[in-house]
């Protein structure tokens, strides 16, 4: 623990809501499925980056989640931003390999398609919030059993103490094709809810 850092905002995607530090701002009340719903929050927050509709679902839901976030801190989007991505999950790229594998499997109709195969490593995804955002700090994708929050606080910390980034963009982004759940934060040296493990599951489970 180091009690230097803090953890300044975090944002949350699940269960058809969209919030910014516990504020509500997208909720679906209808049955949408993931790609239906994930399209409908970017519409509604007046988001133009067209690019997004061709992003795996993995990289609409952590770029929707990182594009709340973000956006509050009015990033200059003219210079390079010296922010790290450390993000997590379990399932990995698997919705994107099955899509990947369904292509290729047919020795009939064998077409890999590359707007596909482009999506087949998680890490993917940081790389569409790295070019919006100008992020060429250092950057890492773990997979984990569940929502690891120590690795993350001790990951984290590590970056920032070797001035290896100003600040940390991480967290949990999972997506198996169905099920969904993004859980982001950002640190930094300055803020009111200090950098801690407890904090984190607090916030996690909110």
């Given at each position: 623990m180091n009690a230097n850092y803090y953890i300044k905002s975090f944002s949350q995607i699940k269960n058809n809501k969209v919030a910014l530090n516990k504020s509500v701002l997208y909720n679906c009340e209808e049955s949408f499925d993931f790609l239906e719903f994930i399209k409908a929050a970017y519409r509604s927050m007046d988001i133009k980056y067209p690019?997004?509709?061709?992003?795996?679902?993995l990289s609409k839901l952590a770029f929707l989640a990182s594009e709340v976030l973000l956006s509050k801190e009015k990033l200059n989007p003219e210079e390079e931003n010296n922010i790290a991505i450390v993000f997590s999950n379990k399932s990995s790229s698997l919705d994107t390999d099955k899509k990947h594998q369904e292509s290729i499997q047919d020795k009939d109709n064998y077409y890999p398609s590359p707007a596909v195969f482009v999506y087949t490593l998680p890490n993917i995804c940081i790389g569409e919030i790295s070019i919006k955002h100008k992020l060429y700090s250092e950057n890492s994708f773990?997979?984990?059993?569940?929502?690891?929050?120590?690795?993350?606080?001790?990951?984290?910390?590590?970056?920032?103490?070797?001035?290896?980034?100003?600040?940390?963009?991480?967290?949990?982004?999972?997506?198996?094709?169905?099920?969904?759940e993004a859980f982001l934060y950002l640190v930094s040296k300055e803020g009111t809810i200090a950098h801690t493990k407890k904090n984190i599951v607090k916030l996690y489970n909110t």
């Open positions: 690019k997004f509709f061709k992003m795996d679902g773990f997979i984990f059993d569940s929502f690891n929050a120590q690795y993350l606080l001790d990951y984290t910390n590590s970056l920032l103490s070797a001035n290896k980034a100003s600040e940390v963009l991480c967290g949990w982004v999972e997506f198996d094709g169905i099920t969904y």
